[in-house]
């Protein structure tokens, strides 16, 4: 029986008028911000529960929570680069993954608790639901990412079993089947999704919007600065008769300054011209800003805690979980950003990253051989962010000019 488009609401053009026109960019929608927005409340609450546990144990449940959130949310930024959020369907679709996302950040600091259910029943909503969506919509738009999403539906329902499995048992069933799961998840792209009788994908195939997937993972960026700003200033407000407060919260907000100005003085925007003229956006995208952003967006989060703690305990001996954290956090930041910076612009790791690390390096040997204060640390990590800071301001002047001149910044 044959389907006549003029008697059938969701045949092959009404579907076709949920995908983006290639005629203009894509840009960045009101409602994909509103969306973003649960991500906020995401990131308070994996720094606020890995505050909470500074123990090995914690940190790893964090590590897997903050890995499957990241791909959630990269996962939706990568679909909304094809389908049109203006059309009704599509911002019903956001809605109720907003709902789903809201859900799962509920559950994130009981979810290896008795919240596991909740947590990956949300989890595996938002992937295979949007996954399953997406195909939907492109029906035989675009015959190589029909293929592309069929192969994706594949590895998200096959890892989908895993985190619900995870969410019915207990105990370490429940981390192994979460470990197994995001395993999955994050080999299926670096594999090129291969499915048997399906065979794998190709970048080539992945036409997207360079300079959207750019600026979602901008925003996400600031999103994770924000939470931590709103970590400086809240802590502050409770230790003001603290002694060492002041400094503490000008060392934090220093910081935070110093990490804006690493990303977003020239690398945020050198990398989106990068992929807008890359001959493989695709790949560009899947490596850059797939899996690097998560090592920065990590970094962001993990000097959000060291924040915390140094505002909290200024005048505290340092303890070596303590220690980490203040130190990770930057050295987190800065190799991600290196990484991201070297692929993009194809050049070597920048030397004012390398740098940085090795004096992040330097003072985790010193802290070994003598503790400091939590707020010295604290202060010692910040010095280190703003030196790469003004270091890559100074050493890329010529380039700054250069992109001004041709209108590009």
């Known amino acids: 029986m044959s389907i006549h488009a003029s008697a059938n609401p969701v045949s092959l053009p009404a579907r076709r008028s949920l995908l983006r026109s290639r005629a203009a ?92 259910l909740l947590f990956a029943g949300a989890y595996v909503f938002m992937q295979v639901g949007r996954t399953l969506f997406m195909l939907w919509a492109l029906g035989d738009a675009a015959p190589a990412n029909t293929r592309n999403f069929q192969r994706i539906t594949v590895w998200l329902a096959t890892s989908g079993v ?57 925003q996400f960026v600031i999103i994770a600065l924000g939470e931590s700003v709103l970590v400086t200033g809240s802590s502050f407000a409770d230790t003001l008769s603290q002694p060492q407060a002041l400094l503490a919260f000008v060392s934090a907000f220093v910081g935070s300054v110093a990490m804006w100005w690493i990303y977003f003085d020239l690398g945020a925007e050198r990398g989106s011209v990068a992929i807008r003229h890359a001959s493989d956006p695709g790949r560009t995208a899947r ?44 050295a987190l930041y800065l190799l991600g950003n290196a990484w991201f910076k070297k692929t993009v612009n194809s050049t070597n ?45 100074i050493s890329l002047r010529h380039l700054r000019r250069k992109l001004q001149e041709s209108s590009v910044l």
């Not at 070994?368 to 030196?387: E, F, I, N, R």
């Open 162 to 218: 895993l985190w619900l499995a995870g969410g019915w048992l207990d105990g370490q069933w429940r981390a192994w089947c979460w470990i197994v799961a995001l395993t999955l998840e994050y080999i299926g792209p670096a594999l090129a999704f291969p499915v048997p009788g399906l065979g794998r994908s190709s970048t080539a195939d992945w036409d997207i919007d360079g300079g959207h997937l750019a600026e979602r993972c901008s």
């Open 25 to 116: 960019g894509a840009h960045v929608t009101n409602i994909e911000l509103f969306f973003d927005l649960v991500f906020v409340y995401a990131v308070t609450q994996l720094s606020h529960t890995l505050l909470h546990g500074l123990n090995l144990v914690s940190a790893s449940q964090v590590l897997l929570l903050f890995l499957a959130v990241w791909w959630v949310w990269v996962f939706t930024s990568w679909v909304t680069n094809w389908l049109d959020p203006e059309r009704p369907l599509v911002r019903l679709l956001l809605l109720m993954l907003t709902l789903a996302g809201l859900l799962l950040s509920i559950a994130l600091p009981d979810a290896f608790a008795g919240r596991g």
């Open 287 to 330: 490596i850059a800003y797939t899996y690097l952003h998560l090592l920065i967006v990590a970094g962001i989060i993990v000097s959000a805690v060291a924040d915390e703690l140094t505002l909290h305990d200024a005048s505290q001996h340092a303890d070596a979980i303590g220690s980490a954290v203040l130190i990770g956090g930057p």
């Open 349 to 393: 790791l920048p030397l004012s990253h390398l740098v940085g690390m090795g004096l992040l390096a330097a003072l985790a040997v010193a802290v070994a051989w003598k503790p400091l204060s939590v707020l010295a640390l604290g202060l010692a990590t910040t010095l280190v962010l703003a030196l790469v800071a003004l270091w890559e301001t």
